[in-house]
């Protein structure tokens, strides 16, 4: 009865007419840069990050969580329209999306992700509201020892994880890591890696690092390395689901919810995992009449699984931030360094002392799903001219907003040089294909888990042996030791379920 009560007062609050201008702002900008082409929510959010500085922290989360909701909303248009993915979750949804555009049926394929996207947000919103105040609880009783393995557990299950290889998560990992060792230490006042340059000793700011890495390295790389492609946009058609259609996409949509929702929970791969094993889980569990329709004309289960995965992906993925800091993707570890930024550290403690404001948050993503539901149907159509943007005056302008929003946090020209050096730090990786995520993760995690780790070793009295002493610490480091494994094996049946239902066909 206490969460029910928390809940309504967080949809009260949610609800104010400001609250509700940042929400639908959010929404309306989120959608537009998920919508173009190469610009998914991780990139949406550290574009708009420096931009909320100078609001309050209720406000700016938000519009935050707003802008992470819409970004996967706008990102199946350009998958299904143009077959261009803003970022890899998108990719599943332009598998089939886009051979029903092909195929006269776009607004169907549209429709379909849109409510599904509608119904994953809303079922995760209500997983959230009971089981993150169950998990602060637990959280409340871990030990320092235990806290550093779960964030432990957390650096190991996203470099695994994320990429094609685990020696590139690893490597991009321990960037982040020395990233974060940047500045003055904390207990001995010692410089550390500021090569002497006095703008460095407080540190490298976590919102410098998303805008260059997210928004400038998108940007040159390209520059750089894509051709130019001519695309041809296809039709919306019509936007009303047949009876057929209902009747072909429930299930994947409750699926898809059941199957993105522990991925948001856990840092097991971020959004990209469960759209690839929703996909491969309906490809093998459709009808045999529908089969045939997979990687031929488009078949509705191939967007509606995957689409309402990485929606519930997003939304669940609240819960171990806001519990026990902890992020699982891109665009929830931009988050934790926003939060950072306001003096604030999401974890059991936030639920004690910030509990209004965890709330309202957790209200506004009721109303954040309804009013995307209710804006993308029937702006669909205003949202396909975004696409015609010409690239060069696209990434210009994207440029431009990333610079002056940097150099509008403390009016540095160092920011600015270092701006586009993550931006060039960016290029590379992406050349050489080292996720961004571990990196990221490294870093916003980084002080917390030092501080963990000194403090545990302190009530260990300088020993190591505390880790595999204490039960709760030694289950986490087992968990995490599953979690290295279990997503290469899920991906491995999920490749393997994809090639025996092309063999059938």
């Not at 020209?413 to 586009?420: A, G, I, K, S």
């Given at each position: 009865m206490d969460v029910m009560y928390a809940l309504w007062q967080g949809l009260v609050l949610a609800s104010t007419p400001e609250h509700l201008m940042f929400a639908l702002a959010g929404c309306l900008l989120g959608t537009a840069l998920g919508v173009l082409p190469g610009f998914g929510p991780s990139v949406a959010v550290a574009l708009l990050l420096p931009m909320t500085f100078h609001v309050g922290i209720t406000e700016a989360f938000i519009f935050f969580i707003a802008i992470a909701c819409g970004g996967m909303y706008g990102g199946s248009t350009a998958s299904i329209l143009l077959n261009t993915?803003?970022?890899?979750?998108?990719?599943?949804?332009?598998?089939?999306?886009?051979?029903?555009?092909?195929?006269?049926?776009?607004?169907?394929?549209?429709?379909?992700?849109?409510?599904?996207?509608f119904i994953a947000g809303t079922l995760a919103s209500l997983l959230v509201v009971w089981v993150a105040p169950w998990v602060a609880g637990v959280a409340q009783g871990l030990g320092h020892a235990e806290t550093f393995m779960l964030m432990v557990l957390a650096f190991g299950a996203v470099s695994a994880a994320v990429g094609?290889?685990?020696?590139?998560?690893?490597?991009?990992?321990?960037?982040?890591?020395?990233?974060?060792?940047?500045?003055?230490?904390?207990?001995?006042?010692?410089?550390?890696?500021?090569?002497?340059?006095?703008?460095?000793?407080?540190?490298?700011?976590?919102?410098?690092?998303?805008?260059?890495?997210?928004?400038?390295?998108?940007?040159?790389?390209?520059?750089?390395?894509?051709?130019?492609?001519?695309?041809?946009?296809?039709?919306?058609?019509?936007?009303?689901?047949?009876?057929?259609d209902w009747k072909r996409s429930w299930r994947p949509w409750l699926r898809g919810t059941v199957i993105g929702t522990p991925f948001g929970c856990v840092p097991v791969g971020g959004i990209d995992m469960p759209t690839y094993v929703s996909y491969a889980a309906e490809r093998y569990m459709v009808r045999p009449a529908y089969r045939e329709e997979?990687?031929?004309?488009?078949?509705?289960?191939?967007?509606?699984?995957?689409?309402?995965?990485?929606?519930?992906?997003?939304?669940?993925?609240?819960?171990?931030?806001?519990?026990?800091?902890?992020?699982?993707?891109?665009?929830?570890?931009?988050?934790?360094?926003?939060?950072?930024?306001?003096?604030?550290?999401?974890?059991?403690?936030?639920?004690?002392?910030?509990?209004?404001?965890?709330?309202?948050?957790?209200?506004?993503?009721?109303?954040?799903?309804?009013?995307?539901?209710?804006?993308?149907?029937p702006m669909v159509r205003m949202w396909t001219w975004m696409l015609r943007i010409p690239r060069p005056q696209l990434y210009a302008t994207m440029l431009v907003l990333a610079a002056a929003g940097v150099y509008g946090m403390r009016h540095s020209t160092v920011d600015l040089l270092l701006l586009f050096g993550f931006g060039l730090l960016g290029v590379v990786m992406r050349r050489f294909d080292f996720p961004f995520t571990p990196l990221v993760v490294g870093l916003a995690l980084g002080p917390q888990a030092e501080v963990q780790l000194r403090q545990a070793l302190a009530v260990g009295h300088g020993s190591f042996s505390i880790f595999v002493t204490r039960p709760g610490s030694l289950a986490l480091l087992v968990i995490a030791l599953l979690l290295v494994v279990m997503p290469r094996l899920l991906q491995g049946w999920a490749q393997r379920r994809m090639a025996q239902a092309r063999e059938l066909e």
């Amino acid at each position: 009865m206490d969460v029910m009560y928390a809940l309504w007062q967080g949809l009260v609050l949610a609800s104010t007419p400001e609250h509700l201008m940042f929400a639908l702002a959010g929404c309306l900008l989120g959608t537009a840069l998920g919508v173009l082409p190469g610009f998914g929510p991780s990139v949406a959010v550290a574009l708009l990050l420096p931009m909320t500085f100078h609001v309050g922290i209720t406000e700016a989360f938000i519009f935050f969580i707003a802008i992470a909701c819409g970004g996967m909303y706008g990102g199946s248009t350009a998958s299904i329209l143009l077959n261009t993915p803003g970022e890899s979750a998108s990719m599943v949804t332009a598998m089939e999306g886009h051979r029903m555009a092909l195929n006269g049926r776009a607004g169907v394929a549209l429709a379909t992700a849109a409510i599904g996207s509608f119904i994953a947000g809303t079922l995760a919103s209500l997983l959230v509201v009971w089981v993150a105040p169950w998990v602060a609880g637990v959280a409340q009783g871990l030990g320092h020892a235990e806290t550093f393995m779960l964030m432990v557990l957390a650096f190991g299950a996203v470099s695994a994880a994320v990429g094609k290889s685990t020696l590139r998560g690893v490597t991009a990992l321990f960037v982040g890591l020395a990233l974060a060792c940047v500045g003055v230490e904390s207990v001995s006042g010692v410089e550390r890696l500021t090569g002497g340059w006095p703008a460095l000793t407080d540190g490298v700011d976590m919102v410098l690092v998303a805008v260059g890495l997210f928004v400038v390295g998108e940007v040159l790389y390209s520059a750089l390395y894509e051709r130019r492609v001519h695309t041809t946009l296809n039709t919306v058609g019509r936007l009303r689901m047949s009876r057929l259609d209902w009747k072909r996409s429930w299930r994947p949509w409750l699926r898809g919810t059941v199957i993105g929702t522990p991925f948001g929970c856990v840092p097991v791969g971020g959004i990209d995992m469960p759209t690839y094993v929703s996909y491969a889980a309906e490809r093998y569990m459709v009808r045999p009449a529908y089969r045939e329709e997979f990687g031929r004309e488009g078949a509705i289960e191939g967007v509606a699984g995957p689409e309402a995965a990485n929606n519930a992906t997003v939304t669940a993925a609240l819960i171990p931030l806001l519990t026990m800091g902890i992020p699982t993707s891109n665009t929830t570890a931009v988050m934790l360094g926003a939060f950072n930024n306001y003096g604030v550290f999401p974890g059991h403690q936030l639920f004690g002392s910030g509990q209004v404001l965890v709330w309202t948050l957790i209200g506004s993503l009721f109303i954040g799903n309804l009013m995307l539901l209710v804006l993308n149907l029937p702006m669909v159509r205003m949202w396909t001219w975004m696409l015609r943007i010409p690239r060069p005056q696209l990434y210009a302008t994207m440029l431009v907003l990333a610079a002056a929003g940097v150099y509008g946090m403390r009016h540095s020209t160092v920011d600015l040089l270092l701006l586009f050096g993550f931006g060039l730090l960016g290029v590379v990786m992406r050349r050489f294909d080292f996720p961004f995520t571990p990196l990221v993760v490294g870093l916003a995690l980084g002080p917390q888990a030092e501080v963990q780790l000194r403090q545990a070793l302190a009530v260990g009295h300088g020993s190591f042996s505390i880790f595999v002493t204490r039960p709760g610490s030694l289950a986490l480091l087992v968990i995490a030791l599953l979690l290295v494994v279990m997503p290469r094996l899920l991906q491995g049946w999920a490749q393997r379920r994809m090639a025996q239902a092309r063999e059938l066909e």
